[in-house]
């Protein structure tokens, strides 16, 4: 009997110490759960990335910035957040705090003081509301890759897999702790730096021109006569980067960047043919205008038909005469006038960066132009001719520059993620024309602004050289009216030029009345 109740005493008292051991063993885990962090709730604050930043070193990414407010749920909490949010967003977010749960939400620009309840904190955005340059900069998918633009071309030294993030303790249900403290974390990870030749000041000054005179659908930009650095550049229409799917069935293509596409260009080519005519001695060439002429058994008309009389070279491009260059380019023939437009750089796209080119254009050869009728229209511009805004502005550099241009380009210099930094490297200027062949256009050019159609184009506090252009399509819209590219490309000051400036909108009336006046606007906000 007693070896019986001993027996029974030891088999209690194991049960007893296995069931200490078990409470012993739970109790250990859930503390080292809090204290590992796996009992947090965590809100992703922003993912981190590195900057690109303009000619100066300020940030085009990552300029702007919302203040978010991390929560426990108290009623000082409550209140804060009462007067912060509209009653939608306040109520529910009142649903989750009363369940216990924390809360993030953006607060705009309002500022408040933080405390044990709540935290405030600023995130910084990748892209601004209206980002500007956000065609050449592109976007990101959701794991921060670039998908597009410079994103994409300079991802492998952009991108971290890091995210800020804050967190607050919770128990097992998810209910936030009482007396813990929110943590905010802000990993600082490498990442590389690119430096772009874009200047903020300059950009802002083309993106509000494009949007105040209407430029719906179209681009500008921007260059730099003597070295090419391209200072600014918009597309029309923008698009938000964190909604790129809103518009990828939209009739306008927001998602292309214009500056680097070809395009009908019309008579802003004409600039070129005269140039070819400069260099080849034949500046003297006079032709009486009817306001039509026969080529090829083709009938080709100036705008409505205008008879512009006896014109001379300088007349011409004032007046845009399209028969007298039609006229002077059977003169040229086609080999002389492509082999100008060769060297000016038509025909040739640009690398702006790896995988982000701006398109070649269609150059037509002499052998497609032997037909009288294919020469006429590629005299003025027309026909399957093509050229990106970008190569319109390389043509206005050289004759602005003496003669030569510089290749234009964005990237100023590329910091990896070692900190080794590689600056741009310039290569040679490009002889295109004699310098009296470029002196004299621009001051034919300059007339063009002074006395000419493009007068609305003239700055206040300084003189301009350019020319409009209204370019045939041959695209048709429901009504039945041939859709119109129209132009201007100019350069200024006139006397010592620095910046060459492009603008092109699609669906136009005329590039006197839709651009011109943007080229206006940009050259009388840009102080140097």
């Not at 009992?39 to 303009?54: A, E, Q």
């Not at 300020?58 to 991390?70: M, S």
């Not at 550049?233 to 680097?260: K, Q």
């Not at 609305?456 to 695209?475: E, L, N, V, Y």
Request: net charge negative; proline share 4%.
């Amino acid at each position: 009997m007693t070896k019986r109740i001993t027996a029974v005493f030891f088999l209690f008292c194991f049960a007893f110490g296995c069931v200490c051991l078990r409470l012993y063993i739970i109790a250990e885990s859930g503390a080292e759960l809090v204290s590992s962090g796996s009992h947090y709730s965590s809100f992703t604050l922003n993912n981190i990335r590195g900057d690109i930043l303009d000619c100066n070193g300020e940030k085009i990414t990552e300029a702007d910035y919302e203040n978010y407010i991390i929560a426990k749920p108290t009623l000082k909490s409550l209140d804060i957040l009462q007067d912060l949010l509209d009653s939608r967003t306040f109520a529910s977010l009142k649903q989750r705090m009363e369940k216990g749960s924390p809360v993030m939400t953006g607060i705009g620009r309002a500022d408040i003081e933080s405390c044990e309840d709540y935290v405030c904190t600023p995130i910084d955005k990748r892209y601004a509301n209206s980002q500007p340059a956000i065609h050449l900069l592109g976007y990101l998918d959701e794991e921060n890759h670039g998908v597009t633009g410079l994103e994409m071309a300079f991802d492998g030294i952009l991108y971290s897999d890091k995210q800020s993030v804050a967190r607050v303790p919770v128990d097992a249900y998810g209910q936030a702790l009482a007396g813990s403290e929110i943590e905010i974390i802000r990993p600082n990870p490498n990442t590389g730096t690119v430096k772009l030749t874009i200047d903020n000041n300059i950009q802002s000054a083309v993106e509000t021109a494009l949007d105040e005179c209407g430029i719906s659908q179209g681009c500008a930009v921007v260059v730099d006569v003597k070295s090419g650095a391209i200072r600014a550049t918009a597309s029309r229409p923008s698009y938000d980067p964190y909604r790129v799917s809103d518009y990828l069935d939209s009739e306008s293509s927001p998602l292309i960047n214009r500056t680097l596409e070809s395009f009908a260009v019309g008579s802003i080519y004409k600039v070129a043919v005269a140039a070819c005519a400069l260099e080849n001695g034949i500046s003297d060439f006079q032709y009486t205008c009817n306001g039509s002429c026969n080529i090829g058994g083709v009938k080709f008309g100036c705008s409505s038909n205008t008879a512009h009389g006896k014109v001379d070279l300088q007349k011409a491009l004032e007046v845009s005469c399209n028969t007298y260059f039609i006229n002077l380019g059977q003169k040229l023939g086609s080999e002389k006038i492509s082999e100008t437009a060769s060297l000016l750089g038509f025909g040739s796209g640009i690398k702006l960066a790896d995988g982000l080119y701006s398109e070649n254009g269609i150059l037509p050869t002499p052998n497609e132009l032997n037909n009288p009728a294919a020469l006429a229209n590629f005299s003025f511009g027309q026909g399957n001719f093509t050229a990106t805004p970008l190569q319109i502005a390389q043509m206005l550099c050289a004759v602005a520059n003496g003669g030569k241009y510089s290749e234009p380009y964005v990237v100023d210099s590329i910091t990896d993620k070692s900190g080794t930094q590689t600056k741009h490297k310039p290569k040679y200027p490009t002889v295109a024309l004699s310098r009296e062949t470029s002196e004299t256009l621009l001051n034919m050019l300059t007339s063009v602004v002074e006395n000419g159609n493009a007068s609305p184009a003239r700055p206040s506090r300084f003189s301009a050289a350019g020319k409009t252009a209204t370019a045939q399509t041959g695209i048709f819209d429901k009504n039945g009216i041939e859709v119109c590219n129209t132009w201007f490309g100019g350069c200024f000051p006139a006397d010592d030029p620095k910046y060459v400036v492009v603008i092109m909108k699609q669906g136009g009336s005329s590039g006197s009345y839709d651009c011109a006046p943007v080229f206006k606007k940009i050259a009388d906000s840009i102080i140097f």
